[in-house]
T-cell receptor, first 115, second 113 residues
Framework: DAGVTQSPTHLIKTRGQQVTLRCSPISGHKSVSWYQQVLGQGPQFIFQYYEKEERGRGNFPDRFSARQFPNYSSELNVNALLLGDSALYLC??????????????FGPGTRLLVL | AQSVSQHNHHVILSEAASLELGCNYSYGGTVNLFWYVQYPGQHLQLLLKYFSGDPLVKGIKGFEAEFIKSKFSFNLRKPSVQWSDTAEYFCAVNSNSGYALNFGKGTSLLVTP
């Protein structure tokens, strides 16, 4: 079975630009979460979507937005890029967002470099 | 505030040595606990998880972890490491009422032949 897929794998942008990252969850998974992993740190939660609705948001500015499509794939958008947005962006999928025992499965990530 | 602490940022061991990586958390209520591993060039993979029941959980590749509620700890152990265990290890926590995983900063393990 295919795991979580993300595109693109790498991206270089300049300050002030906008970027869109894409994620396809594992087949049958309806929940998608986004995380930002800065070099030397653990992943930090950005968003979770379930059934196309935002279920949770981490401590990130409004420049970050996301959406989930009817096929449960998701996009993360970041506007007005800053140097500090350079990071590995991870997508994780799970069957559902809540419930004891729910495990999130991670994709390979998109590495974003902002110059 | 909710937090996850991993005590060792860098660990170097020789093959066949025993491993213990510390993880402490600060959370109210019931928690779910995870250890993830990131091998060089690969994505995050689940090593093991604890939700309830036996506080000693066994995961893949010979890893195990023990949940000690009184100490708010979930330490990862392996009796004999191999060179292939070289990786970044992350402890993560969420609560039954929440969904977002809260990760520690990670421990980089290097196993030398």
């Amino acid at each position: 079975d295919a795991g979580v897929t993300q595109s693109p794998t790498h991206l270089i942008k300049t300050r002030g630009q906008q970027v869109t990252l894409r994620c396809s969850p594992i087949s049958g998974h309806k929940s998608v979460s986004w995380y930002q992993q800065v070099l030397g740190q653990g992943p930090q939660f950005i968003f979770q979507y379930y059934e196309k609705e935002e279920r949770g948001r981490g401590n990130f500015p409004d420049r970050f937005s996301a959406r989930q499509f009817p096929n449960y794939s998701s996009e993360l958008n970041v506007n007005a890029l800053l140097l500090g947005d350079s990071a590995l962006y991870l997508c994780a999928s799970s069957l559902a967002p809540e419930g004891v025992g729910e495990t999130q499965y991670f994709g390979p990530g998109t590495r974003l470099l902002v110059l | 505030a909710q937090s996850v602490s991993q005590h060792n940022h860098h660990v170097i061991l020789s093959e066949a040595a025993s491993l213990e990586l510390g993880c402490n958390y600060s959370y109210g209520g019931t928690v779910n606990l995870f250890w993830y591993v990131q091998y060089p060039g690969q994505h995050l993979q689940l090593l093991l998880k604890y939700f309830s029941g036996d506080p000693l959980v066994k995961g893949i590749k010979g890893f195990e972890a023990e949940f000690i509620k009184s100490k708010f700890s979930f330490n990862l152990r392996k009796p004999s490491v191999q060179w292939s265990d070289t990786a970044e290890y992350f402890c993560a926590v969420n609560s039954n009422s929440g969904y977002a995983l809260n990760f520690g900063k990670g421990t980089s393990l290097l196993v030398t032949p």
